[in-house]
């Protein structure tokens, strides 16, 4: 079969790369790009399923729209003293500033006396989001918008501010993500061309992956776009460094197994046509059983729950597959043409082979036990690390801490404790339809409150019907981190007041912020 393929692949060279080329035109002229399908919002990527997406879900039927996110404006003096009234004053005119700016897919600013800190080292100013979780670029603009107006109205008054919140984390981790990729990419490059002028001694040989592989990541990537325009799924903000990753890795392997055949048939005295067709045959087996193996484990991913996961599975295992495509044709039609050029200026395709790797394979042919033993001893060293892994579902902690929108929830916390950047929005509920009565609402705050690990609990906003309402449980520790989900999962959900049928409850780790933050009391 892949003798077959070889030959017409080598006898149709011109053709197959001008077919290449042409479709990948088209794909990536026409297809949507990765940044369509692209989500911040963790959130969004949960089964339907969940509390917190059915609490969203009666958020948005009772009150006409998703519980969205916030930024938090986190004023303060530049000199770090207590407000004063006439740092009040100004903040209040910075809040009418923004209100009066109409800052695009913003809603009305808030501040007052309640925002401030109970030590007054700060004064929060809260604008409501209005585009949605998943339209991260409206979001993005949104949150570019505002600090453009703190930038200028603040100038000269002693004061200083930033924006905290999610959006403004996803703006900062942003462009944190352009550079991060930035760097794996120029790494892997170096890295690519290193190796190969090491073992091939050729510019040519080292540059050839670079170029063909950057074009298969591109058209992977519109792939990935287009399936997730099909299939309705978002992927996550770290999905396109793992293509450039895998992509490279994967395919700087497959051209060297074909590259290595090549020679070998090249030094056994054939024609550069001859020598291709016999590598592919030899080495297409070798690729396509690889790449079926990764393309299956990524598959597997496609059966998680949590859909961060799913579309990252999916997305790998069409790369992979445009890769192994790309393998099979483009490269082995690509080579036939350069020929033994591809080499240059190397004479070494044409002496034997001799050196360190010869003698490294006869020894592990004579002793086979120790070599697999040794072997199996390095790979437990390089995984000793494993034994002291912690997984953390603080998504922020891996991100620089110098962005503004680190350094204002680091302010923040002078004033308020960590849960006032991102409460947890808890929801009553009336399971008869009936109104709730004024002391329903005041029994359940009062009774949230005093939970372990809670805060403050806002007073509740609610619905125009009257049968359900909203609070801010703002959690005394970092909502982040295990130790708070873990008090949410194990101790507020189950010890949350239930009471059924009179009333439902449900929690919903949306982000946001107080609209009103008060004067703070700590659980004891």
Partial sequence: MFAKWGRLVVRRAWWVIGGWLTAAALIIGLLPSLADITSADQGSFLPAEYESVEAAHLSAAAFGQKTGSTAVVVVQRTDHAPLTEADEGQVAALASALAMANVAHTGTASTGPEAIAPNRSVQLINVPITAESQDSES???????IRNVIGARLSGTGLSAGVAGTAAQALDNDKTFKRALAAVGIATFLLIIALILVIFRSPIAAVLPIIVIGAVMEVSSRLVALTGKIFDFNVDQSVQTLLLIVLYGIGTD?????LFRYRERLRAGED??????NAVERIGEVITSAAAAVIVAFLVLVLAQFGVFNSLGLALAIAVFVMLVTALTLIP??????????????????????GLFPRIGAAVGRRPLPAAVCSALILLALAAGVVNFKADYDFTAGFPSSTESAQAAKD???GFPPG???PTQAYLRSTNGAELTPSQLTEFRTASAELAGVGEVLPPVKAPNGSVARYA???SGNPASNETIALLKDSLRHQGPRRPPRRGYGLSRRSGA????PRWRRAG
């Avoid at 979001?139 to 918008?145: D, I, P, S």
């Avoid at 497959?254 to 074909?258: A, G, P, T």
């Fill in 139 to 145: 979001q993005l603009k949104a949150v570019t918008g």
């Fill in 254 to 258: 497959y051209l060297l197994f074909l």
């Fill in 272 to 277: 550069r046509r001859t020598a291709m067709v």
């Fill in 333 to 354: 039609a690509v080579v036939s043409l350069i020929g033994p050029m591809v080499f240059w200026p190397s004479k070494t395709w044409r002496r034997p082979p001799r």
């Fill in 412 to 414: 923040l916390e002078r």
């Fill in 420 to 422: 006032a950047l991102n």
């Fill in 473 to 475: 449980v703002l959690l």
């Fill in 514 to 517: 107080p609209r009103s933050p």
